[in-house]
């Protein structure tokens, strides 16, 4: 199949464009960035440069390769940029759809995230509702969400892929990341907030498998959804730092994903079944 990936120089995506190649399909991707355009073509993608926020761009880019479907893995999160995120999940959707429908693509796989479902008790499964009623400032993120995984619907084939909190290289947990940074000043306290994780890896092997999926969403996300209580420690000792101290409560939605879906239907098995292993796997190879 001929590929186009948007974000293939993100955290998810430069495990993804290998993993395309390798399966033998034909990559094309785009960006803004020539230092991003440099490393995708060492990797053996075809690069076209050209802004998501540019329509026509966008529309001349797919038509030029007319691809037989479309990974979108494209945010704006390696620096906390969550107002350009946001922008992404809106406006970059809205126009990587319209160039897919102008293209006559049929098949769209589009990254999301699973921590906006409505509150409620245990992990919830993709026939929860998103948080739409959810207060400032969490209904910006739970809007933005919604209106990409609306968006997406326009195609005849969509996966809305629900991911978990990423871990693993180019990700805020790597050993130089934002958050491994806020844990070694122990900056971070343990909550009774409710996560769950998945290894850019799995998530990039998902995005793969995606392509032969039905359409709907699915979170892809480990087979243990916990609290901060529990997986902050481990992380901690994995990176060397001292223990976190504990501030009772938790954020609203704070309560997990279950994977059952992608496992039992789709027989998707993610390679770091659990962050107990998975951060001293990930954090002793970085």
């Known amino acids: 199949m001929r590929i186009f990936v948007a974000g293939g120089s993100g955290a998810v995506g430069r495990q993804l464009l290998p ?9 094309i991707t785009i960006t803004r960035n020539e ?7 060492s990797m053996g993608a075809r690069v076209l440069l050209a802004d998501v926020f540019n329509q026509e761009a966008v529309i001349t880019a797919m038509a030029e390769v007319r691809p037989d479907a479309v990974i979108h893995q494209l945010t704006s999160l390696s620096d906390m940029n969550f107002s350009e995120n946001s ?3 809106k406006e ?20 999301s995230i699973s921590w906006a479902y409505e509150p409620g008790d245990g ?5 929860i509702p998103l948080d739409l009623n959810a207060p400032e400032p969490r209904i910006r993120m739970v809007d933005a969400v919604a209106t990409l995984e609306q968006a997406v619907t326009a195609l005849p084939e969509y996966v809305i892929l629900r991911y978990g909190m ?11 990341g934002q958050i491994a940074e806020k844990v070694l000043r122990k900056e971070m306290p343990a909550t009774d907030g409710i996560s769950s994780f998945i290894h850019v890896e ?37 990176l060397g730092a001292s223990e976190p101290d504990y501030i009772t409560g938790m954020e609203r939605g704070e309560r997990g994903a279950s994977n059952a879906k992608a496992r039992l239907e789709y027989g998707w098995e993610p390679i770091f079944p659990t962050w107990r292993t998975g951060f001293s796997r990930s ?3 970085q």
């Open 19 to 27: 993993r395309l190649l390798q399966v033998g399909h034909e990559v």
């Open 35 to 41: 230092r991003n355009a440099h490393f995708m073509k």
């Open 87 to 89: 922008r992404i999940r």
């Open 92 to 111: 970059g959707t809205r126009n990587l759809v319209e160039a897919a429908q102008t293209a006559g693509v049929t098949r769209f796989v589009a990254q």
């Open 123 to 127: 992990p919830a499964t993709e026939n």
């Open 166 to 176: 990423f871990y693993g290289p180019g990700t805020w947990h790597e050993r130089t």
């Open 202 to 238: 799995d998530a990039a092997n998902a995005a793969v498998l995606a392509l032969g999926w039905p359409s709907g969403p699915v979170n892809i996300v480990d087979n243990e959804p916990a609290s901060a209580v529990q997986w902050l420690p481990v992380y901690a000792r994995a």
């Open 283 to 285: 954090l002793a190879s």
